[in-house]
Structure formats: C-alpha cells, structure tokens
C-alpha cells in the first residue's frame, strides 16, 4: 500500500527490483543450453553469459567481460566458472574473502536444480584463488 502512495505523486522515484532469471531450454538446434536474463525495472530484459546486479554492478560487469574475453565462458568447466565469479565478488569487495562470507549455487544442464555451494568448497575454490 505504502508504495503505491509514493509512485503516485510527481518526481516521486518508485521502487523497483532488478530480476535475474536462470534457465535451462532447448534450442532451436535441439541442443540444450543455459540462459540468463536480466529484467530491470523498466521491464527491459537481455540475455547474457554473466551479470552482476547491485551497488558495484559496473565494476562486477567490466570484470566479468574481461574474463570473456579471454576465454568464452561456454568452454569453461564449472569450477572454472566457479572460480571467476569468486574472483569478482573479491575485486569488487576490495579484498580477501572467507568461505564462510560468500553463499552461491550452482545450476548446470546435466543437474538443472541449483545445488548450495557447501563452505568447505568454497573455501578450497578461494585457497585455489589465492595460489
């Protein structure tokens, strides 16, 4: 209710979220291969190998192209892949990080369920990080 009541008044900003969906669909080529969108509030939505969203979105993004840059994520295996995102979240954090400071999931075709990284994983992608 109380939303509502700012978006109806003039040079009120309203409050929007930004969306991001992860999919596993079948191609028009019959292969089956993962998508990722993002929405923004506008509504406006693109496709993308890799995203970021929030208050360092933009140093998250140019990171991330970089790394496609040098090899196409679509190559990578999933610790790989595993591993850049991990090194994102420390450049835009501006540091070290700990296992137990960062939860993710990982999807892949094969298992299209996200699956919680445990700690103790992510603590051994990060020592591989660090090496």
């Not at 993308?48 to 196409?72: M, P, R």
């Not at 892949?108 to 020592?127: C, D, G, M, R, Y």
Request: charged share 20%; with cysteine; net charge negative.
């Amino acid at each position: 209710d109380r939303a509502q009541v700012a978006t109806q008044q003039m040079a009120m900003r309203p409050f929007g979220v930004t969306g991001v969906l992860v999919s596993v669909e079948l191609q028009d080529d019959g292969v089956v291969a993962p998508q990722l969108y993002k929405v923004d509030p506008s509504g406006f939505f693109v496709g993308y190998f890799a995203t970021a969203s929030g208050s360092k979105e933009t140093e998250a993004v140019a990171f991330l192209e970089k790394q496609q840059k040098n090899a196409a994520f679509d190559t990578l295996s999933l610790e790989q892949i595993s591993i850049i995102a991990l090194r994102a979240i420390q450049q835009i954090s501006g540091g070290a990080i700990k296992g137990r400071d960062v939860e993710f999931a990982q999807c892949t075709v094969a298992k299209p369920a996200f699956t919680i990284v445990p700690e103790a994983a992510t603590e051994a992608l990060l020592n591989q990080i660090a090496e």
